[in-house]
């Protein structure tokens, strides 16, 4: 869902409705949330600057990251700008033409969400290798677009199986054969001569999920992407069904995150530092933080203390830096110590 909204929408629509639409009461309990926590440990924190700095962070897509993940897959929004936010950080990766395992992907998607869950990451592998390939390798680009889809539409994709595997139980079990009569002694018998392999017709699985689009609870494709997958053949199987959704340029263009296909690896962002990824010994190893204007990880993906995830580097509410910065400064306000001591005992020696 769109940050965005028509002059239309925001008249015409109820005070509740507006809430509810743009999950505004979602981001006003977690900038509270986020405030009390991070005012116990400064109460001199200025709550205006910090509210501030939380929605510009919120505006821009900045947000998600290091959060948790029932946090980052509570709105559409979240989740678009965590999609956009693991391409910024990884995509590196297809510019060197890397081709990474599911495990790998998962070990990436963790540094910026460490619960997240590798069932996820599992269901978009399936979308590019079906079950019996899992443990090839897969092109950035296939991960990002499939990941996509997996992640932003996870509701109306569960629905859409158990859809799909009505359908397909339907045309394993017909309830009676159709008999017709032949004008000799003999009759024929007309049964289903599809193969259960040869998935469902695309016609009956649009007028079966169409209704979906018009649910709110969850997000769904519009009705014109679908239709440009399922006019076009004369029959789908669900994972066919899938990859033509992550294939599909209208469908990307609704979410609005990532670039087109032959865009994905161009161009790059002065507001973020990309961490350098390198293959040793067949595993990825993170060699620095990433840096997106937010707080600092070490190697295993953990949040540096921080105020927020909305500010970055030395917050200017609490003072606080990362963790490499606090501790270099420990370090040297120890060594001033150390010499002031040194210089005390040669005092004394003196005298």
Same mark, same amino acid.
């Given at each position: ?175 009676? =054969?159709? %008999?017709?009569?032949? @004008? ?8 289903? +001569?599809? #193969?259960? /392999?040869? $998935? ?33 053949? =004369?029959? %789908?199987?669900?994972? @066919? ?8 340029? +209208?469908? #990307?263009? /609704?979410? $609005? ?55 970055? $580097? ?38």
């Amino acid at each position: 869902m769109s940050m965005s909204f028509s002059g239309e929408d925001r008249f015409s629509m109820t005070a509740e409705r507006y809430l509810g639409k743009h999950n505004v009461l979602v981001y006003l309990e977690d900038s509270i949330a986020q405030l009390l926590e991070h005012r116990e440990e400064n109460p001199k924190l200025n709550p205006i600057k910090f509210l501030s700095e939380y929605f510009d962070s919120l505006r821009d897509g900045n947000h998600t990251m290091f959060r948790e993940y029932a946090f980052i897959k509570v709105t559409p929004h979240n989740r678009a700008s965590f999609i956009r936010l693991f391409w910024k950080c990884f995509r590196q990766i297809g510019r060197k033409g890397d081709l990474l395992s599911i495990q790998e992907y998962h070990s990436l998607v963790t540094l910026l969400c460490p619960d997240f869950p590798y069932s996820t990451v599992q269901k978009t592998a399936r979308i590019i290798l079906l079950d019996d390939a899992l443990d090839c390798l897969i092109s950035f680009s296939d991960f990002i677009f499939a990941f996509q889809i997996q992640f932003y539409f996870e509701e109306f994709l569960d629905k859409c199986y158990e859809i799909y595997q009505s359908l397909l139980q339907t045309a394993h079990s017909p309830r009676n =054969p159709v %008999v017709v009569p032949s @004008g000799a002694e003999e009759t024929r018998i007309h049964q289903n +001569s599809h #193969n259960p /392999s040869d $998935g469902v017709d695309a016609m009956q699985y649009f007028r079966a999920i169409y209704p979906l689009c018009d649910r709110s609870t969850f997000s769904t494709p519009p009705a014109d992407g679908l239709k440009e997958i399922l006019f076009n053949v =004369p029959r %789908v199987s669900f994972y @066919g069904f899938l990859m033509a959704l992550a294939k599909s340029e +209208s469908i #990307n263009e /609704s979410i $609005g995150r990532l670039p087109a296909k032959a865009e994905l690896l161009d161009g790059s962002d002065s507001e973020l530092t990309s961490p350098i990824i390198r293959m040793k010994g067949g595993k990825l190893r993170l060699e620095h933080p990433v840096n997106h204007n937010g707080p600092a990880v070490n190697q295993t993906g953990a949040q540096s203390a921080s105020p927020s995830s909305a500010a970055g $580097g030395e917050n200017k509410h609490t003072g606080k830096g990362s963790l490499s910065q606090r501790s270099r400064r420990k370090k040297e306000s120890s060594d001033e110590s150390s010499d002031e001591s040194d210089d005390d005992d040669t005092s004394s020696d003196t005298n």
